[in-house]
């Protein structure tokens, strides 16, 4: 966390990964040998601290391997008291204001990202990475098309409804389709994370595949 926040870190968050939340709030991440209950007993043992940290930051979560969506704490300042954060050099380059992200670095990243509308289910923008996996398919004609014939209608489901009440979803998995050309899919096994960013105006989802297996071809 940024040292301006003067908010040193409890101990018990050591090994605890740390990011920031697409809705500008913070994460913590646990390590891959603990679990719900562990969580728990971390958010119990530094409450208030969490507190202070949503109180700057909008929100904070706990979330483990596994878990949809984690353990929140929301800020108690009304929105319209909400501080202003510094001007930072970096948040000078946003891609989006709404995203606080670098445009290169997501441009850059060794998983694929994409930008997708809420309401219309198009892809509206894409990363490097994204560009690769779709390599038979040219950006000007994956964005702008409906995602929907690649998913699992259940997991869809399952997925938008944990993400419209919780705006995050930390390592979702599903098995969903990829077109190998005009007429075929490949089946495939993906394991991503969702967030429900405002974008251009619209309510989006930022998605990051973080794992890919090809199951076979329909």
């Known amino acids: 966390m940024k040292e301006e926040k003067n908010l040193p ?8 990964q740390e990011g920031v ?3 500008q709030g913070i994460v913590f991440i646990a390590p891959q040998n603990l679990g719900r209950e562990d969580a728990m007993a971390v958010y119990s043992q530094c409450e208030s601290w969490l507190q202070a940290v949503a109180n700057i930051w ?10 949809n969506y984690g353990l929140r704490k929301l800020s108690e300042i009304p929105s319209n ?5 510094p001007m930072t050099e970096q948040s000078q380059n946003l891609i989006i204001p709404e995203l606080d992200l670098d445009l290169n670095e997501l441009y850059q990243r060794t998983h ?15 990363n490097l990475k994204a560009i690769e996996v779709n390599r038979l398919k040219t950006p000007s004609k994956v964005i702008g098309s ?42 495939i096994t993906t394991v991503s994370e969702y967030g429900l960013v405002t974008v251009f105006g619209t309510e989006c989802r930022l998605c990051e595949t973080l794992e890919y297996q090809v199951l076979g071809v329909d």
């Open 9 to 16: 870190r409890p101990r018990c968050l050591d090994g605890w």
């Open 21 to 23: 939340l697409p809705n």
């Open 58 to 67: 909008g929100e904070v979560r706990l979330t483990w391997v596994g878990a």
């Open 81 to 85: 008291c909400t501080p202003i954060l």
């Open 112 to 126: 694929p990202c994409y930008l997708t509308e809420m309401v219309t289910q198009k892809v509206i923008w894409m």
């Open 146 to 187: 409906s995602c929907t014939s690649l998913w699992n209608g259940d997991s869809m489901e399952k997925m938008m409804r944990h993400l419209l009440a919780d705006k995050f979803v930390h390592q979702f998995e599903t098995q969903g389709y990829h077109w190998v050309d005009q007429w075929r899919r490949e089946k």
